[in-house]
């Protein structure tokens, strides 16, 4: 008998388990649904925590089933089917994606009185007031990847986020991950040239790029001090970023060190950000790393889902 997907369907059967009701629980929220918001926005947008309460697509039995058949029939086995087991024990575990994809800003962790801004993961975030809990990678990682370096006077497309991921390489390996997130507070804040920062002007500014960059420290267990290394890397790289992507340069715009034995490709915001992504993973996740980073492939454009 030829074996099709269909038949697949007709004999292996995987059913989302429905909860037991609980009388005092808090009332199940679709997280698919639309009718909280409207206009065709699903209703995680607003409450992330609602996808916890899903179970995984099959149980430890089914998936014992399911490899039975593939194993009968290795020209149908599209997916391993070793991924669901582990989701199974993952959610058994309570455990949900990389904890730096969690965080308050959606019912919570923000102060209504304050001014804010909505962030790419769909975070209401006080900019002027940040609270360390509300920072979340996806939200550093994004708008960092499409914010052009130079305020865009570069002969290509060259993000922030591409060039954190080089100061990370280029300085200390003990200060990576300082070096990856040592402009993340333009994620919340933009880049401003430095011209402005300078002008005396900007106090006001300068003093929230501080407190942002702070929080962001004690987000992801850095000191609050820059180290040298990031600061001497970010200097070399300013010199060959000079050199590589400017037009040619203006006689009074004098480097203050050489530029690095390398030539900069400029990468497009897609891979920059998945560029990003990889790196953090490689800082933050050790042997883990590359299951994170396929899990983020997987999910990069439903934010919350990660």
Same mark, same amino acid.
């Given at each position: 008998?030829?074996?099709?997907?269909?038949?697949?369907?007709?004999?292996?059967?995987?059913?989302?388990?429905?909860?037991?009701?609980?009388?005092?629980?808090?009332?199940?929220?679709?997280?698919?649904?639309?009718?909280?918001?409207?206009?065709?926005?699903?209703?995680?947008?607003?409450?992330?925590?609602?996808?916890?309460?899903?179970?995984?697509?099959?149980?430890?039995?089914?998936? +014992?089933?399911? =490899?039975? /058949? *593939?194993?009968?029939?290795? #020209?149908?086995?599209?997916?391993?089917? !070793?991924?669901?087991?582990? $989701?199974?024990?993952?959610?058994?575990?309570? +455990?949900?994606? =990389?904890? /730096? *994809?969690?965080?308050?800003? #959606?019912?919570?962790?923000?102060?209504? !009185?304050?001014?804010?801004? $909505?962030?790419?993961?769909?975070?209401?975030?006080?900019?002027? =007031?940040?609270?360390?809990?509300?920072?979340?990678?996806?939200?550093?990682?994004?708008?960092?990847?499409?914010?052009?370096?130079?305020?865009?006077?570069?002969?290509?497309?060259?993000?922030?986020?591409?060039?954190?991921?080089?100061?990370?390489?280029?300085?200390?390996?003990?200060?990576?991950?300082?070096?990856?997130?040592?402009?993340?507070?333009?994620?919340?804040?933009?880049?401003?040239?430095?011209?402005?920062?300078?002008?005396?002007?900007?106090?006001?500014?300068?003093?929230?790029?501080?407190?942002?960059?702070?929080?962001?420290?004690?987000?992801?267990?850095?000191?609050?001090?820059?180290?040298?290394?990031?600061?001497?890397?970010?200097?070399?790289?300013?010199?060959?970023?000079?050199?590589?992507?400017?037009?040619?340069?203006?006689?009074?715009?004098?480097?203050?060190?050489?530029?690095?034995?390398?030539?900069?490709?400029?990468?497009?915001?897609?891979?920059?950000?998945?560029?990003?992504?990889?790196?953090?993973?490689?800082?933050?996740?050790?042997?883990?790393?590359?299951?994170?980073?396929?899990?983020?492939?997987?999910?990069?454009?439903?934010?919350?889902?990660?």
């Amino acid at each position: 008998m030829k074996n099709t997907r269909s038949s697949v369907k007709k004999e292996v059967r995987i059913e989302v388990q429905a909860a037991s009701a609980q009388p005092d629980a808090k009332p199940r929220v679709d997280p698919f649904d639309t009718t909280l918001l409207g206009t065709g926005i699903p209703n995680y947008v607003v409450d992330p925590s609602c996808l916890d309460a899903l179970p995984p697509l099959a149980t430890l039995d089914e998936i +014992e089933a399911m =490899n039975k /058949f *593939y194993n009968e029939h290795p #020209v149908l086995h599209k997916e391993t089917t !070793e991924e669901l087991a582990e $989701q199974h024990r993952r959610h058994a575990r309570g +455990e949900t994606g =990389n904890v /730096f *994809y969690q965080g308050t800003g #959606v019912d919570k962790g923000f102060d209504k !009185e304050a001014a804010w801004i $909505q962030t790419y993961s769909g975070r209401r975030f006080n900019p002027t =007031n940040p609270n360390p809990d509300a920072i979340v990678i996806q939200d550093i990682a994004h708008p960092l990847s499409m914010q052009c370096r130079f305020t865009g006077h570069t002969k290509k497309f060259y993000s922030v986020a591409q060039h954190s991921v080089l100061v990370s390489y280029i300085c200390d390996s003990n200060d990576a991950l300082w070096g990856l997130l040592h402009d993340a507070s333009e994620a919340y804040l933009v880049d401003v040239p430095r011209p402005l920062k300078r002008s005396g002007k900007f106090e006001a500014y300068l003093e929230f790029e501080a407190q942002m960059q702070e929080a962001i420290c004690k987000r992801f267990g850095l000191p609050l001090k820059e180290p040298p290394s990031v600061k001497k890397a970010d200097t070399q790289l300013l010199a060959t970023e000079a050199r590589d992507l400017m037009s040619p340069l203006h006689p009074d715009w004098v480097q203050r060190v050489d530029p690095l034995p390398f030539l900069i490709e400029a990468w497009d915001h897609n891979k920059a950000k998945d560029m990003f992504m990889k790196r953090f993973f490689e800082l933050t996740c050790g042997d883990s790393a590359n299951s994170h980073y396929q899990h983020y492939i997987r999910y990069k454009d439903q934010p919350s889902m990660i």
